[in-house]
């Protein structure tokens, strides 16, 4: 949209200096609020990824987690969330992923005689465990 507020502002016929200039202006802080909006959703994503959740060793087996990233990852790019949703669900899906390479395709926990964390009890029941 930016750009075409630029291109607007530099072929618009009949248009007067001054309305090119607020053009230039709509154009440019435009391109300010997308760079501030990509930073925040870099910083969620880097946040939600270095998330750890340690009882998940526990109570997940590594086929387990790996299913669990793929689905946060599919509700990631799921058209209804927001860009903060999909940033946090995709970091999330990455520190699954890396948990799960961390325990390593062997790891195989027996579940838990206790009540299972959120993490645990969505990862179980998403394979009918």
Same mark, same amino acid.
């Given at each position: 949209? =930016? ?6 502002? =530099?072929?618009? &016929?009949?248009?007067? $200096? ?13 391109? =300010? ?21 340690? %009882?998940?060793?526990? &109570? ?9 990233? $793929?689905?946060? %990852? ?8 927001? *860009? ?17 390479? %961390?325990?390593? *395709?062997?790891?195989?926990? *027996? ?16 394979? $009918?465990?």
């Amino acid at each position: 949209m =930016a750009r075409n507020l630029e291109i607007r502002a =530099a072929t618009g &016929e009949g248009l007067s $200096d001054e309305k090119r200039t607020e053009l230039r202006r709509a154009a440019n802080n435009l391109l =300010a609020l997308n760079k501030m909006e990509e930073a925040k959703h870099r910083q969620i994503f880097e946040e939600a990824s270095e998330v750890c959740w340690p %009882e998940v060793r526990g &109570e997940l087996g590594y086929r387990h987690m790996v299913h669990l990233a $793929d689905v946060f %990852e599919g509700w990631a790019f799921d058209s209804r969330m927001s *860009p903060g949703w999909t940033a946090k669900l995709a970091g999330w899906a990455g520190s699954m992923r890396t948990l799960a390479e %961390e325990v390593g *395709p062997d790891w195989d926990p *027996p579940k838990p005689e206790r009540g299972l964390s959120l993490i645990g009890f969505i990862g179980r029941n998403l394979m $009918d465990e």
